[in-house]
């Protein structure tokens, strides 16, 4: 297990990436943050298998979105029983032959009861913001890197652990046809921070460890095949000084502590291929997790706002 702690300092509205010469308008950034958040978790509302209806507006929502960027789109229909599913799928190459090809994920729907804004809005907002972010880029020539952004259609239970998750899906076709993916990146709860001494939790037994006690950080876990991506991943990350990270890494899988299965990520360690979960640690500091609570008034924005600046640095580390 490897752990790497940054000191949180003052942020500003205005300001470039760390050596990236980007200029991020985050006040932009978060504008944008919470018009997905409300667009997700008000106009549209529950977002679970007992809402046919409004999987296919989230769907169609972040379709539409991916057009107006001009991307390419592709979706990946199934079936949930009769209920017709579909991942939805949008592309950025910065050039016609690249060498590394990145994968990032997000659930879009949510539990029965609850809007989910934490689980999983936030990261669905996150990963449409992070593709307008890069779609807009002004110099894209100088990247060496595709970027894959994947919406999955089903992580929540019933569903979670079955052949029919969104994820399970998707990688289970992607080893099939051998596709190239360097890294997945799997966004899973990205909007919540509490600043209480004895807010954050742990599994075991990591709760015996030196882990920080408050929840201003975002987390990232991989398994030891991904070792080499999670630490680049980390990295870059700690570029963004306003964003705490911490990794875990895990042994066999995960399976020896369930709890960091718990998303889409282990679809992809299962098939084989480098995967990591960006995580604010779920239930282990969101209390209203898998509540009807769990609305967007919780939200940290200027959290989310760091978790899209510090992803972006990340894909804009990787130059020609």
Known sequence: ?????????????????KGEGVMIDRQQIRQHLQEHLHALTVSIGERSVRKPENLKKTAAYITSFYEELGLAIDTQAYSYGQMPVANVIADISFRKDPQLRFVLGAHYDS???????????????????????????PDKNTLDL????????????????TRHMGSRVYARSARA???????????????????????QHYPFPLMFMDYPKTGNFIGIVGNFKSRGFAKDLVAQFQKNEDLPVVKLTVPFNGYIMPAVRLSDHASFWDKGYKAVMVTDSAFFRNPYYH??????????????TEVVESLLIFFLSHKK
Do not use: W
Request: proline content about 4%; hydrophobic content about 50%.
């Open 291 to 304: 509540t009807a609570a769990d609305t967007m008034d919780k939200l940290d924005l200027d959290f989310m």
């Open 177 to 199: 046809q051998n596709e190239k993916i360097d890294g997945m990146i799997c966004l899973e709860m990205v909007g919540y921070a509490c600043h209480e001494p004895g807010c």
């Open 1 to 17: 297990m490897v752990i790497a702690i940054l000191v949180v300092t003052p942020m500003s509205d205005l300001h470039a990436d």
């Open 111 to 137: 539990v029965s009861g609850t809007v989910g804004a934490d689980d999983n809005a936030s990261a669905t907002a996150v990963q449409l913001e992070v593709a307008r972010l890069l779609a807009q880029l």
């Open 146 to 161: 595709a970027v894959r952004f994947v919406s999955f259609a089903l992580e929540e239970p019933p569903v979670y652990g």
